[in-house]
């Protein structure tokens, strides 16, 4: 998105929790991210950003009654995100989540289905550990509309065991240094691209 920075909305907070264990919480965005009808310079960013932790406990669904994609929604920490037997879902538009963390305990997404109405964008700067994970990609498209992509980013390390893509998915596209695959289901009509700098490649094996 092409965004001016006076549209870049910022919910911050020292460690940050979302939801709460054993329930499902909803979040309303309405409010922020509306619709630009159509101009770009109307395009919104929301960030929900940690200075620490972000952790996720129990389900959150965001809501918005804007379902157009002119519009992300942005969940990130400066150290590790955790998303651990827990779900999260964006159906109204894009959803991006981010650990600035650069060890290989940034990023874990562990028995969890994630959930976006657009893209999705999952980056590190570290190590993105995936394991048991669903990721649902333009669930709010209607029939007429472009399928949408999964972007999934590490500085150092992709390890995924467990793995599914499902929804209107368009494309996939992997860049680590390394890229560990095991068990991961790329969708038969999105076009596959994995771009990494170290390791060899084996099929049959993992």
């Keep these: 998105l092409s965004v001016p920075m006076s549209n870049v909305f910022l919910a911050p907070g020292s460690n940050i929790t979302l939801g709460a264990s054993g329930s499902t919480s909803t979040i309303n965005v309405s409010n922020t991210l509306t619709s630009a009808n159509g101009q770009v310079?109307?395009?919104k960013?929301?960030?929900i950003g940690a200075a620490k932790d972000l952790n996720v406990a129990g389900d959150v669904v965001f809501t918005n009654s804007n379902t157009n994609e002119d519009h992300a929604l942005a969940i990130g920490a400066a150290d590790n995100v955790e998303i651990i037997n827990s779900n999260i879902s964006y159906e109204a538009g894009n959803l991006g989540i981010g650990s600035g963390d650069s060890t290989a305990n940034s990023m874990f997404?562990?028995?969890t289905a994630i959930s976006a109405g657009g893209n999705l964008a999952v980056g590190s700067l570290g190590t993105l550990t995936i394991d048991s994970a669903?990721?649902?990609?333009?669930?709010?498209?209607?029939a007429h509309f472009s399928n949408d992509n999964a972007y999934l980013y590490a500085n150092d390390l992709i390890q995924a065991n467990n793995l599914e893509f499902t929804g209107r998915v368009d494309d996939v596209y992997m860049e680590a240094i390394t890229?560990?695959?095991?068990?991961v289901a790329f969708?038969?009509?999105a076009d596959v691209m994995l771009r990494s700098r170290d390791g060899s490649i084996h099929f049959g094996t993992y």
């Design 41 to 43: 310079a109307n395009r």
């Design 45 to 47: 960013i929301l960030v």
């Design 109 to 111: 997404l562990v028995n």
């Design 134 to 142: 669903v990721f649902s990609i333009g669930t709010a498209n209607e």
């Design 179 to 183: 890229i560990n695959l095991q068990n």
């Design 187 to 189: 969708p038969s009509t």
